[in-house]
């Protein structure tokens, strides 16, 4: 018997028609969850629209014994994220976890780089995460419980000729930060994933290889998936955080700040801060914020310290 059961719930996945979506949606199912499958079917750099891969996972998720729909909205427009969610109350009458994965990809760097590539990621990765987010949070605030997972990537990291792709990913993480205080109060927890698995997007083959090629990295799809799950399922401890999963390792990644130097002698120049470089760099005591108002409290606390020599009356 299965510990961790979705059985009750209804999950939607965003790009599920192929590769690591597709991997989501068929665990979930697997466990018990009704599933939406959306998919545009479009190519891996955003063009074209196809039917066939969302419905084709529902098919194997009911050969499977599942429950499963498919939905093929445009998760870049607001209309396409109500569209999805209302997809999700329509079929299985409500929605519990929503599985952000849809994404696209066209490599582009400084100075080739253009708006409109910058302005499609972010369409497809940043807003298409608020739409459906925002469509499904009246549904989570209703019933008081929500399980959201948004996909960031490594990516943000940087490459030369990922800019947009990059920027796109990172402004997911400030998306599921802010999304996690809002739903604190209303048993919504918002977490990201960070995959690791050689998709197409990821400079793999359209089809994945279905086990190991001697002298490469095997990093499938399937990999990443419980980690998904877990961030998904009702017993998810953390709110608010990024994980990254694939070819059988699950880490934590996270966003710190050094303890720094604190200048007290007046206003500081540009020489103190020169002269106490290695200070403001040093990652010896450093600390995760928790939110921007942790932040500030640590970055401000010299400011509130006791003056030398006072003491309370």
Same mark, same amino acid.
């Given at each position: 018997?299965?510990?961790?059961?979705?059985?009750?719930?209804?999950?939607?996945?965003?790009?599920?028609?192929?590769?690591?979506?597709?991997?989501?949606?068929?665990?979930?199912?697997?466990?018990?969850?009704?599933?939406?499958?959306?998919?545009?079917?479009?190519?891996?750099?955003?063009?074209?629209?196809?039917?066939?891969?969302?419905?084709?996972?529902?098919?194997?998720?009911?050969?499977?014994?599942?429950?499963?729909?498919?939905?093929?909205?445009?998760?870049?427009?607001?209309?396409?994220?109500?569209?999805?969610?209302?997809?999700?109350?329509?079929?299985?009458?409500?929605?519990?976890?929503?599985?952000?994965?849809?994404?696209?990809?066209?490599?582009?760097?400084?100075?080739?780089?253009?708006?409109?590539?910058?302005?499609?990621?972010?369409?497809?990765?940043?807003?298409?995460?608020?739409?459906?987010?925002?469509?499904?949070?009246?549904?989570?605030?209703?019933?008081?419980?929500?399980?959201?997972?948004?996909?960031?990537?490594?990516?943000?990291?940087?490459?030369?000729?990922?800019?947009?792709?990059?920027?796109?990913?990172?402004?997911?993480?400030?998306?599921?930060?802010?999304?996690?205080?809002?739903?604190?109060?209303?048993?919504?927890?918002?977490?990201?994933?960070?995959?690791?698995?050689?998709?197409?997007?990821?400079?793999?083959?359209?089809?994945?290889?279905?086990?190991?090629?001697?002298?490469?990295? &095997?990093? /499938? %799809? !399937?990999?990443? *998936?419980?980690?998904? $799950? @877990? =961030?998904? #399922?009702?017993?998810? +401890?953390?709110?608010?955080?990024?994980?990254?999963?694939?070819?059988?390792?699950?880490?934590?990644?996270?966003?710190?700040?050094?303890?720094?130097?604190?200048?007290?002698?007046?206003?500081?120049?540009?020489?103190?801060?020169?002269?106490?470089?290695?200070?403001?760099?040093?990652?010896?005591?450093? &600390?995760? /914020? %928790? !939110?921007?108002? *942790?932040?500030?409290? $640590? @970055? =401000?606390? #010299?400011?509130?310290? +006791?003056?030398?020599?006072?003491?309370?009356?």
């Amino acid at each position: 018997m299965n510990e961790f059961s979705f059985e009750g719930r209804v999950a939607v996945v965003t790009g599920a028609g192929r590769g690591i979506g597709r991997a989501h949606a068929r665990l979930l199912a697997e466990r018990g969850a009704k599933v939406v499958v959306n998919d545009l079917g479009g190519s891996m750099d955003g063009d074209g629209w196809d039917a066939g891969p969302a419905q084709k996972v529902v098919e194997e998720i009911v050969a499977a014994g599942g429950e499963a729909v498919a939905d093929t909205h445009d998760v870049s427009t607001p209309a396409g994220g109500r569209a999805i969610v209302d997809t999700a109350i329509e079929h299985f009458g409500r929605i519990d976890i929503l599985v952000n994965n849809a994404g696209i990809i066209r490599w582009a760097g400084l100075p080739e780089v253009d708006a409109d590539n910058l302005e499609r990621h972010l369409a497809v990765h940043l807003l298409g995460s608020f739409n459906t987010l925002r469509a499904a949070w009246p549904h989570f605030v209703e019933q008081r419980y929500g399980r959201v997972v948004l996909t960031t990537s490594s990516g943000m990291f940087g490459l030369d000729n990922n800019l947009s792709y990059a920027a796109a990913k990172a402004g997911t993480v400030g998306l599921a930060r802010s999304a996690k205080l809002a739903g604190e109060p209303h048993g919504i927890k918002v977490n990201l994933i960070a995959p690791a698995a050689m998709t197409r997007m990821g400079g793999g083959p359209e089809e994945e290889p279905t086990e190991p090629v001697s002298g490469q990295p &095997y990093m /499938p %799809s !399937d990999a990443v *998936a419980p980690m998904v $799950a @877990f =961030l998904a #399922h009702e017993d998810c +401890p953390v709110n608010g955080e990024i994980y990254t999963a694939g070819a059988g390792r699950f880490a934590r990644l996270f966003i710190a700040s050094t303890e720094g130097y604190a200048h007290e002698a007046g206003p500081a120049t540009v020489e103190d801060v020169a002269a106490h470089w290695d200070t403001i760099n040093d990652e010896k005591g450093y &600390y995760v /914020p %928790s !939110d921007l108002m *942790a932040w500030s409290g $640590a @970055f =401000l606390k #010299h400011q509130f310290a +006791p003056i030398a020599g006072s003491a309370d009356s």
